[in-house]
């Protein structure tokens, strides 16, 4: 059975840092797609960034471009997402999401809507305060 396990969420003040992480178990690590996605009260989940394990594909979504970075140690079979300059509109539930083909679409929209992950974490809560 495929767990995802994200850890590494907190509070933090407006500017600061967070590193997140998520290990998959029982998950085929090799040439698949793996990824971040936020779910903010009150709002839709969204996507954040997503990485294809093979090849380091990457994408970010506009609002964290610059300021996240997505990258694996594929011996571990783990994602990591480092946050940096953190803003109050960061503050959400952060899921880490595997499987499917989600990360070869570049709109964010679609990784949701169009090419839904198929394994999802429980969450990490990050919440950043101004």
């Known amino acids: 059975q495929v767990q995802l396990v994200e850890s590494g969420g907190g509070s933090v003040q407006a500017g600061g840092s967070l590193r997140l992480s998520c290990v998959a178990t029982?998950?085929?690590?090799?040439?698949?797609?793996v990824g971040w996605f936020r779910q903010a009260p009150g709002k839709e989940r969204e996507g954040v960034a997503t990485?294809?394990?093979?090849?380091?594909?990457?994408h970010y979504s506009g609002s964290v471009r610059g300021r996240f970075t997505i990258f694996q140690d594929y011996a571990k079979n783990t994602v990591y997402l480092e946050m940096n300059s953190l803003l109050p509109d960061d503050t959400a539930m952060y899921y880490c999401?595997?499987?499917?083909?989600?990360?070869?679409?570049?709109?964010?929209?679609?990784?949701?809507?169009?090419?839904?992950?198929?394994?999802w974490g429980q969450g990490t809560q990050v919440s950043v305060s101004s």
């Open positions: 999401a595997a499987g499917g083909q989600f990360c070869h679409y570049t709109n964010p929209d679609d990784w949701i809507h169009r090419a839904t992950p198929a394994y």
């Open positions: 990485l294809w394990t093979d090849g380091n594909y990457i």
């Open positions: 029982s998950f085929p690590w090799h040439n698949n797609c």
